[in-house]
């Protein structure tokens, strides 16, 4: 079966009928897919992980069957200290503590609070910054030469913005997410309201960081969604790092994640 604006029929009533038991849908029980009906579709099936094109398919249908009210009112509820640290489960409890709040804060503030998108941030945090905690990256063969100035491979690496020498050791990953290269402290910093460029270790701070986190996630909502859509956390991971560095710590904490909030 498949619905979409146009449709009419009692499918379409219990379509709403479930719609609204979820608080997505306002409008009259009509029977009438119309425009507001297909908002709170896409609204679902961005929230339960689907790719947001509005159409009630055999798969969104099944979904709307099996998602239970209580947690898809609020989905981060799902991630308590408890739960988050069995996915850090290498990490200081006491990080967990500290910062798992500001990064749910951060990514509801953005319409990131869902299921797919709260794993997505804390998977991505996992791979970046194992300890649960914002850090500076550090040297490495990757972005250091061997005998040369810290972080010294970065300083002309166009492709991130610097174009000076000491611009990789001034502009290395910082964060949650690792914010990496001139051009992205300097798109993101007015959009957290911090002057990153001429303060690049604000990023650090874990109200920034998790700002920036979301935003950084934000900024590629819809590509990541259709990623997680289709289950390819290869492609997801993609998005944020730009190839595979972490994917094993990834999708293992994407993967646990999702077993202990079903």
Request: net charge positive; proline share 5%.
């Amino acid at each position: 079966m498949l619905l979409k604006q146009g449709s009419v029929g009692p499918e379409v009533v219990e379509l709403q009928r479930r719609l609204k038991e979820l608080n997505l849908y306002t409008g009259n029980l009509d029977g009438d897919f119309g425009p507001g009906t297909r908002i709170a579709v896409v609204a679902f099936q961005q929230k339960v992980g689907l790719i947001p094109d509005g159409l009630a398919g055999p798969q969104t249908l099944a979904a709307l069957t099996t998602t239970a009210v209580a947690n898809f009112s609020n989905p981060a509820s799902l991630f308590t200290v408890d739960v988050v640290a069995k996915i850090f489960f290498d990490a200081p409890r006491r990080n967990v503590e500290q910062h798992l709040s500001v990064v749910l804060e951060a990514l509801q503030l953005l319409q990131l609070g869902d299921r797919p998108m709260v794993l997505m941030a804390l998977a991505t945090i996992r791979a970046e910054t194992a300890g649960f905690e914002p850090l500076s990256e550090f040297r490495s063969r990757f972005n250091t030469s061997p005998n040369g100035t810290p972080f010294d491979l970065y300083d002309f690496r166009t492709d991130i913005g610097n174009n000076g020498k000491g611009h990789g050791a001034l502009y290395r990953g910082r964060g949650f997410v690792q914010l990496t290269g001139l051009a992205n402290y300097r798109k993101f910093g007015p959009i957290v309201k911090e002057d990153l460029v001429n303060h690049p270790d604000r990023a650090n701070d874990p109200d920034v960081a998790a700002k920036l986190l979301a935003y950084f996630l934000k900024d590629k909502e819809y590509l990541v969604r259709q990623d997680l859509a289709r289950s390819d956390l290869r492609a997801a991971r993609r998005r944020v790092n730009g190839g595979s560095h972490g994917l094993a710590q990834f999708e293992q904490a994407y993967k646990t994640g999702w077993i202990l909030t079903a």
